[in-house]
T-cell receptor, first 111, second 109 residues
Framework: QKEVEQDPGPLSVPEGAIVSLNCTYSNSAFQYFMWYRQYSRKGPELLMYTYSSGNKEDGRFTAQVDKSSKYISLFIRDSQPSDSATYLCAMKAGGGNKLTFGTGTQLKVEL | SQTIHQWPATLVQPVGSPLSLECTVEGTSNPNLYWYRQAAGRGLQLLFYSVGIGQISSEVPQNLSASRPQDRQFILSSKKLLLSDSGFYLC????????FGSGTRLTVV
């Protein structure tokens, strides 16, 4: 079993839809949770960064962490074609900098 | 400002040839630097990380090596490439959060 599971998609939605992206994990030591957006042939860029359980909102993006269920989500409201990319979840334990990544979900927002 | 540079962007190399990918950072000193490989459907695999000059830690046994000759320079190398070395290679600089370079797409033919 992988430490972090993420549905690879592809996920196709119409413009304006609410998108839900999810990851599950098995390591209870993970405390820091991140979402990265990666456009084709580019490096990942950090979207959201959260510590422990709870919600965090930034514009159209909301990250949720449920440590009791070992489940994290990223919601995108009013999705735009420019949101079309691969979204990677990542997480790490309290000590050190080593990140464990999900495989990424490919999202396409269509006009 | 703090930036990370990675080159080349694309590389096609024959099997058995050597490899050298370079990553440099600007605007900081003594950064923690990482090399990742991204293969389709497999996410990002950590290859090497370095906390200082000459200090290299390897995460997985492989055909690659890394070196940190200067504080802000991290190099990924191979003496003889294999087909399985093809992939998208990413350098990352870590403070509290990761900042990735733009990546090198390597195709071994």
């Amino acid at each position: 079993q992988k430490e972090v599971e993420q549905d690879p998609g592809p996920l196709s939605v119409p413009e304006g839809a609410i998108v839900s992206l999810n990851c599950t994990y098995s390591n209870s030591a993970f405390q820091y949770f991140m979402w990265y957006r990666q456009y084709s042939r580019k490096g990942p860029e950090l979207l959201m960064y959260t510590y422990s359980s709870g919600n965090k909102e930034d514009g159209r993006f909301t990250a949720q962490v449920d440590k009791s269920s070992k489940y994290i989500s990223l919601f995108i409201r009013d999705s735009q074609p420019s949101d079309s990319a691969t979204y990677l979840c990542a997480m790490k334990a309290g000590g050190g900098n080593k990140l464990t990544f999900g495989t990424g979900t490919q999202l396409k927002v269509e006009l | 400002s703090q930036t990370i540079h990675q080159w080349p962007a694309t590389l096609v190399q024959p099997v058995g040839s050597p490899l050298s990918l370079e990553c440099t950072v600007e605007g900081t000193s003594n950064p923690n630097l990482y090399w990742y490989r991204q293969a389709a459907g497999r996410g990002l695999q950590l290859l090497f990380y370095s906390v200082g000059i000459g200090q290299i830690s390897s995460e997985v046994p492989q055909n690659l090596s890394a070196s940190r000759p200067q504080d802000r320079q991290f190099i990924l190398s191979s003496k003889k490439l294999l087909l399985s070395d093809s992939g998208f290679y990413l350098c990352a600089w870590v403070t509290v959060r990761y900042t990735f370079g733009s990546g090198t797409r390597l195709t071994v033919v």
